[in-house]
């Protein structure tokens, strides 16, 4: 009787020392709470489901989410090794692979739905296809970044190089505007038409698009081959403004390789890889290789910078950006395919709070993270080039103080 | 896509003259009315609904994928882009067609009549104002799309506002929202606003059958009874663990405490988590499916080894029982919609639901049982036979299942304020739970001596429960 009486002691006893410290870490934690916080992701490793008729994805280019959720991804096809097309060579060498077509749409739980792309009557497809876009009004825009003559389908040599795809002067000098189900409906630029940086007829090496539907204007990050900023009127496809950085007249002289220690370019270096709009006005562009974020208003006039991670050389840090889905949109989703992570931003002050990911080839890993998207709860989306060649989903698990500068791989793990 | 009459004329016509036949369908093309028509069956579409009665009518607010609205045929101009000056009328007939006559409202039972399309509009799939009645309310009496804006014919979206006369605000409404044929794959998700200001959601795949929006208490209990008995009946796993239950205990006397102590465990864990206590890791869902398959195949090898006594699968039950909960839990997160503001009342009725299959795989399983190993086997090889089956079954899903947890990487948390807070109101609860297994395990066996286990198993060891607590368990695997 007396040791079940010291028993029931025990654990009245544990049970209030236990209430108590919970207690005080509540206390705790809502200070924390009330601290720096930011967005908190975890990668999703089933998503997206498997592809069906042994379909793989090549060098993964583009990636937006459409006003029903959908992600919509864009491909190359063209970049497969040999060994794995075998299902698609005459006669088929084995029962597998092929190249999926390029365009993929998927739902939010990743079943693919519909498929489509490639070269077709009345357009010219890129030789290299670069960035893809889902606009207000559902339309679907593509560019590109090849080089040398259009071919049904690029050879992997051509598009082995994501920054400088083929060989010879850039062919895809044009964007392209289809319907979602891939009817084609207008085509900006021509291939290898291309005078430059001041050319209002032709592009050069789009790479990617965004369309305000306040004003229907189209801005293209222009791109590869050019050093600026492009708008045009998203039914007419005519030219309206343009600029360069920090909103000066573009110029396509080389500045050489870039040096983290010199004056800061004038100009953009190639690619001028982003341009997103804000929805209180502000222009995001993506100067890649300068690592630098520049913000401008729609007409063109320079605001401020950020420079992201100077000291990277090569493809540069600055790849893509995305906004969290807040009305205000508080936070900038920064891809940086250099450093294999993803920058959680502040909007307004353009300061790094924390970032996530590493490179390798596992779930929640990067191998040349290439383009960003976010969907209407907070998921992120990222896409692969070169030898990455995947999509992959972050799933928004809500708020959570910020306790690392670099969280590394965000495996799921529990909520807070 | 091709109509089948002219697939069939040009191949009747031979090579001849299929040129004739193009030269005549591009003409006709030509000749014809800008118009098209979808054909294809949409394979993901989702609508939104917003269902408000006020005064002495009911508005339904609808948005629809206008890709949804197949043989509509829509007026264009250009290439393809919806012609928005002359497109209301289509807009009508489309509303009426595929979406009126699918729908369902019934008024305390009643089936209310057909609506009155009081607006339609076609709307740019990037239009937010279905966020909130008030918005989507505005949105369909305020000014139209025009021409200055060019839209693909089957890019946007069709929003309807009926309206049914009923006779009160404050009856209680049903709907059957028949909308499946939209697509492949449809969800609706709709949004109720009663009287009292309320706002309740819902979201249905295909199509749900007669959703009661406010139902009683009683309507909300019986809809959870029925979930429960037949999630039970079609749960395998769960079939398979009471099979195994069964085996060694063929008697409802004795089987009572170990079925009770099942249905109180996951009872618990059922609780919590339609409260939203359970952990919210991706991979637990398939952690605990992988425990439930390993919960039979202990169980059944448990019955292979034999000797099990009443007191000891109690125990072991109440623990599975707390891992089936949060499966069953799984089951039950898209039905708990339904419970209205009965939340508690029908997840208890789930849970009754669930004991009576139970009770009925229970009758029909221990007569069954008896007659096996009476006329077919006897009992100790019957239960090696029968459990070494259930055990492979078992053993199957739980590689299998364990593959696709194994897809997860643990990584322990932060060690936040947060996550120890956490951890400690765990801890807290499984005192609590542990105290209480405790005092059952320590006085039910004076009240209900019913530790023995089956002669047949038991024979060498037989202990008497009146020597004590436990005295049945020291050493018997």
């Known amino acids: 009787m007396k040791r079940n009486l010291y028993i029931g002691i025990g654990f009245s006893a544990l049970l209030v020392a236990l209430g108590i410290a919970s207690s005080v870490l509540e206390r705790r934690a809502a200070v924390e709470a009330a601290g720096a916080q930011a967005p908190r992701f975890e990668v999703d490793p089933m998503w997206p489901k498997p592809l069906p008729n042994h379909w793989l994805l090549g060098m993964t280019i583009g990636v937006s989410v459409d006003a029903q959720d959908h992600i919509w991804i864009i491909h190359r096809g063209g970049s497969l090794?040999?060994?794995?097309?075998?299902?698609?060579?005459?006669?088929?060498?084995?029962?597998?692979?092929?190249?999926?077509?390029?365009?993929?749409?998927?739902?939010?739980?990743?079943?693919?739905?519909?498929?489509?792309?490639?070269?077709?009557?009345?357009?010219?497809?890129?030789?290299?296809?670069?960035?893809?876009?889902?606009?207000?009004?559902?339309?679907?825009?593509?560019?590109?970044?090849?080089?040398?003559?259009?071919?049904?389908?690029?050879?992997?040599?051509?598009?082995?190089?994501?920054?400088?795809?083929?060989?010879?002067?850039?062919?895809?000098?044009?964007?392209?505007?289809?319907?979602?189900?891939?009817?084609f409906l207008m085509q900006i630029g021509h291939p290898g038409q291309s005078k430059g940086s001041n050319d209002l007829e032709?592009?050069?090496?789009?790479?990617?698009?965004?369309?305000?539907?306040?004003?229907?204007?189209?801005?293209?990050?222009?791109?590869?081959?050019n050093h600026r900023v492009i708008v045009f009127d998203a039914d007419t496809g005519k030219s309206k403004r343009y600029w360069g950085a920090y909103g000066h007249k573009p110029d396509d002289t080389s500045l050489g390789p870039y040096n983290p220690d010199a004056p800061v370019a004038q100009q953009f270096r190639n690619p001028v890889h982003c341009t997103e709009l804000a929805n209180d006005g502000l222009l995001y562009v993506c100067d890649r290789v300068n690592d630098r974020i520049q913000v401008f208003h729609k007409d063109g006039t320079f605001v401020?910078?950020?420079?992201?991670?100077?000291?990277?050389?090569?493809?540069?840090?600055?790849?893509?950006?995305?906004?969290?889905?807040?009305?205000?949109?508080?936070?900038?989703?920064?891809?940086?395919?250099?450093?294999?992570?993803?920058?959680?931003?502040?909007?307004?002050?353009?300061?790094?709070?924390?970032?996530?990911?590493?490179?390798?080839?596992?779930?929640?890993?990067?191998?040349?993270?290439?383009?960003?998207?976010?969907?209407?709860?907070?998921?992120?989306f990222t896409t692969e080039t070169y030898r990455g060649q995947r999509v992959q989903k972050f799933i928004y698990k809500g708020m959570a103080p910020v306790t690392k500068k670099d969280q590394g791989v965000v495996w799921p793990k529990k909520a807070s | 896509m091709e109509s089948p009459a002219f697939t069939s004329s040009t191949t009747r016509c031979g090579k001849a003259v299929p040129h004739l036949w193009i030269a005549a369908t591009l003409i006709m093309v030509f000749l014809m009315p800008r118009a098209a028509s979808a054909h294809d069956i949409p394979s993901d579409v989702t609508v939104q609904a917003f269902l408000k009665p006020a005064g002495g009518h009911l508005d339904l607010l609808v948005r629809v994928p206008m890709?949804?609205?197949?043989?509509?045929?829509?007026?264009?101009?250009?290439?393809?882009?919806?012609?928005?000056?002359?497109?209301?009328?289509?807009?009508?007939?489309?509303?009426?067609?595929?979406?009126?006559?699918?729908?369902?409202?019934?008024?305390?039972?009643?089936?209310?009549?057909?609506?009155?399309?009081?607006?339609?509009?076609?709307?740019?799939?990037?239009?937010?104002?279905?966020?909130?009645?008030?918005?989507?309310?505005?949105?369909?009496?305020?000014?139209?799309?025009?021409?200055?804006?060019?839209?693909?014919?089957?890019?946007?979206?069709?929003?309807?506002?009926?309206?049914?006369?009923?006779?009160?605000?404050?009856?209680?409404?049903?709907?059957?929202?028949?909308?499946?044929?939209?697509?492949?794959?449809?969800?609706?998700?709709?949004?109720?606003?009663?009287?009292?200001?309320?706002?309740?959601?819902?979201?249905?795949?295909?199509?749900?059958?007669?959703?009661?929006?406010?139902?009683?208490?009683?309507?909300?209990?019986?809809?959870?009874?029925?979930l429960g008995f037949f999630h039970i009946l079609a749960g395998t796993d769960h079939l398979l663990f009471l099979f195994c239950l069964v085996i060694p205990f063929r008697s409802l006397r004795k089987l009572i405490p170990v079925v009770t102590s099942f249905t109180v465990a996951h009872s618990i864990t059922l609780i919590a988590s339609a409260y939203n206590l359970a952990p919210d890791f991706l991979w637990f869902p398939p952690l605990i499916e992988t425990l439930i398959a390993m919960s039979i195949v202990y169980m059944a090898l448990e019955n292979i080894v034999g000797g099990i006594g009443v007191q000891r699968r109690w125990m072991i039950t109440f623990g599975f029982g707390l891992v089936h909960g949060f499966g069953f839990s799984f089951a039950l997160?898209?039905?708990?919609?339904?419970?209205?503001?009965?939340?508690?009342?029908?997840?208890?009725?789930?849970?009754?639901?669930?004991?009576?299959?139970?009770?009925?795989?229970?009758?029909?399983?221990?007569?069954?049982?008896?007659?096996?190993?009476?006329?077919?086997?006897?009992?100790?090889?019957?239960?090696?036979?029968?459990?070494?089956?259930?055990?492979?079954?078992?053993?199957h899903w739980m590689i299998d299942r364990g593959?696709?947890?194994?897809?997860?990487?643990?990584?322990?948390?932060?060690?936040?304020?947060?996550?120890?807070?956490?951890?400690?109101?765990?801890?807290?609860?499984?005192?609590?739970?542990?105290?209480l297994v405790w005092c059952v395990a320590k006085y039910w066996p004076l009240k209900f001596p019913l530790g023995q286990p089956s002669p047949s198993q038991s024979e060498p060891r037989t202990h008497s429960v009146a020597h004590g607590l436990n005295t049945e368990t020291g050493g018997e695997i």
């Open chain 1, 81 to 183: 090794e040999r060994m794995e097309n075998y299902a698609a060579a005459n006669p088929p060498a084995s029962e597998c692979c092929m190249a999926a077509p390029p365009v993929l749409e998927f739902d939010e739980e990743g079943n693919l739905l519909r498929h489509w792309g490639g070269p077709g009557q009345g357009y010219d497809w890129p030789v290299s296809n670069h960035g893809i876009t889902v606009d207000y009004k559902g339309n679907v825009w593509i560019g590109g970044n090849g080089r040398g003559a259009a071919v049904a389908a690029p050879t992997q040599a051509a598009a082995a190089n994501e920054s400088q795809p083929g060989g010879g002067p850039f062919n895809d000098n044009m964007v392209l505007k289809f319907t979602q189900d891939g009817k």
């Open chain 1, 202 to 225: 032709n592009l050069k090496g789009p790479a990617k698009m965004f369309v305000d539907k306040d004003a229907n204007e189209l801005y293209v990050a222009d791109g590869y081959g």
């Open chain 1, 304 to 380: 401020k910078e950020t420079i992201i991670a100077k000291r990277t050389l090569g493809d540069g840090s600055v790849w893509d950006i995305a906004f969290s889905k807040d009305p205000q949109q508080k936070y900038i989703f920064l891809a940086d395919g250099s450093n294999e992570k993803v920058y959680v931003i502040l909007r307004d002050t353009l300061e790094i709070l924390t970032s996530f990911g590493d490179g390798g080839r596992q779930p929640g890993e990067f191998y040349a993270v290439h383009s960003i998207a976010t969907d209407s709860k907070g998921n992120i």
């Open chain 2, 67 to 226: 890709n949804a609205m197949r043989d509509t045929e829509f007026p264009e101009h250009g290439a393809g882009y919806l012609d928005l000056d002359r497109v209301d009328a289509s807009l009508r007939e489309a509303a009426t067609v595929w979406i009126a006559n699918f729908i369902e409202v019934y008024e305390d039972d009643t089936r209310l009549p057909t609506p009155r399309t009081v607006e339609v509009r076609a709307s740019l799939e990037s239009d937010k104002s279905f966020s909130s009645y008030d918005e989507a309310l505005a949105h369909l009496t305020g000014p139209r799309l025009t021409n200055s804006v060019q839209v693909y014919w089957n890019q946007p979206m069709l929003d309807v506002l009926f309206e049914y006369p009923i006779r009160s605000e404050q009856s209680r409404f049903s709907i059957h929202p028949g909308l499946a044929r939209l697509g492949l794959n449809v969800i609706t998700a709709l949004r109720f606003l009663p009287s009292n200001g309320a706002i309740r959601a819902f979201e249905f795949v295909g199509d749900p059958g007669l959703v009661r929006l406010d139902p009683r208490w009683y309507q909300a209990s019986f809809t959870f009874v029925k």
């Open chain 2, 333 to 395: 997160r898209q039905t708990l919609q339904f419970a209205g503001s009965h939340l508690l009342s029908s997840l208890l009725s789930f849970n009754i639901g669930v004991e009576l299959g139970q009770l009925l795989v229970l009758v029909l399983l221990i007569p069954l049982l008896h007659a096996f190993f009476r006329y077919a086997v006897a009992e100790r090889m019957g239960t090696i036979i029968l459990s070494a089956l259930v055990a492979h079954t078992g053993w």
């Open chain 2, 403 to 435: 593959e696709r947890l194994r897809q997860f990487r643990f990584v322990w948390p932060a060690l936040t304020a947060a996550a120890l807070a956490s951890a400690m109101h765990w801890l807290m609860a499984i005192l609590i739970l542990a105290a």
